[in-house]
């Protein structure tokens, strides 16, 4: 017989992470609240000790009487887990344990809910203990499992870099479409703070043809980008550069196409961002300077001089900067065709040619 399950029951100390297992899918509700921390600035939340991780009623973990154990569920582990994320202000606190717990199990999440009445092992609770306790102190979900799903494929992240967030994966898209359409044989495109490498991963293997370059501030940020692109065997089709925008690429060079997700948070902002974003993405992939229009500025001026005739530009916009981008670029002699919308309806990618 499994006795009650007792929530006040603490014991077992941390451990060690051991489960390694990076996959994941559900990129669009994973990356909500980490979405609109970036966009609206939600109240700062403070992070929480071990011993109130531990306190949660899931680290009850395994009772040992007289020889014989009895594991904690699933569902157990799901249920006081939830509470516990909840009460630690984590957004979506199921859907976070979930994917914790679909990661050390090393299944698909929905499998979960065919394995509620599966007991938990020593180790996997260990685990899982740790992780819990790292994502209640707001540590994101995409650093506890190592990668994220951008454009359906896999991007590795650490702290040197930006989470790549999915209306980014609307920028990419819209890029790739563009350059199938443009009708170039091998168009030529740099993207400027690639951070991750995301964006010029997805393009690398959407457009074959293309010759991307791809530029960070952030060597750190280049080693992952560099790895991410060879995990996804592109490294030979993209140039990575180090240096400040447009700074490392020969003058008179000239692209199809020029993409960037710019730093566009407005300084004073940041502070007030979820702790997700504020105390983990890097400050430099967020700072946008005062009015968060800085780096965009510069694009607009800068960018003029790499810009094939006729060349595209496509950037990632905050939320409501779309007007005064549109006056930025049309003041810098760019025709400003376009700003696309997200899936919230909020403007998001501008698209400019040059004149
Ligand atoms: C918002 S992140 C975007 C990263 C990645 N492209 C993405 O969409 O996930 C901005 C990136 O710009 C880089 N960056 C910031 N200032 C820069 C500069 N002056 N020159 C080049 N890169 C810069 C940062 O290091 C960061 O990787």
Redesign the pocket.
């Known amino acids: 017989m499994r006795p009650l399950f007792n929530p006040d029951f603490t014991q077992h100390a941390s451990q060690p992470i051991t489960a390694k297992v990076p996959r994941l899918r559900e990129n669009k509700k994973l990356h909500a609240g980490i979405h609109a921390g970036r966009a609206r600035c939600p109240q700062r939340i403070g992070t929480g000790t071990c011993a109130e991780a531990f306190g949660a009623p899931v680290f009850s973990l395994l009772w040992h009487v007289g020889g014989y154990s009895w594991g904690v569920t699933v569902l157990e582990v799901i249920q006081k887990s939830t509470e516990f994320l909840g009460r630690k202000g984590v957004d979506s606190p199921r859907l976070q344990i979930e994917l914790l717990l679909a990661h050390v199990l090393r299944m698909p999440r929905l499998k979960l809910y065919l394995s509620f009445d599966r007991e938990l092992t020593e180790a996997e609770l260990e685990t899982l203990r740790e992780l819990v306790r790292r994502r209640g102190n707001r540590e994101p979900l995409q650093h506890l499992v190592g990668t994220v799903s951008?454009c359906g494929y896999e991007i590795a992240v650490n702290r040197d870099?930006?989470?790549?967030?999915p209306e980014?994966e609307l920028?990419a898209e819209q890029c790739w479409i563009l350059l199938e359409q443009s009708g170039i044989e091998s168009p030529t495109v740099v993207?400027?703070?690639?951070?991750?490498?995301?964006?010029?991963i997805a393009l690398a293997l959407r457009c074959p043809a293309a010759k991307i370059t791809a530029?960070?501030?952030?060597e750190a940020?280049l080693v992952v980008a560099r790895s991410n692109a060879a995990r996804h065997r592109v490294e030979g089709r993209i140039t990575f550069c180090c240096?400040?925008?447009f700074?490392p690429i020969a003058k008179g060079t000239r692209f199809d196409l020029i993409v960037?997700?710019?730093?566009?948070i407005p300084t004073d902002e940041i502070s007030r961002l979820q702790p997700e974003v504020r105390d983990y993405?890097?400050r430099?992939?967020?700072?946008g300077g005062a009015d968060g229009l800085g780096?965009i500025r510069?694009l607009a001026v800068e960018a003029a001089d790499y810009a094939a005739p006729m060349g595209r530009l496509m950037i990632?916009l905050g939320d409501g900067q779309d007007e005064i981008a549109r006056g930025i670029f049309g003041a810098s002699g760019w025709n400003v065709e376009d700003v696309k919308v997200d899936d919230q309806g909020r403007p998001r990618i501008l698209v400019a040619r040059r004149c």
């Open positions: 951008f870099v930006f989470i790549p967030r980014t920028l993207d400027v703070g690639t951070g991750s490498g995301c964006v010029a530029v960070d501030i952030s940020a240096g400040d925008a700074s960037s997700n710019p730093p566009y993405d890097p430099i992939a967020l700072d780096f510069r990632e």
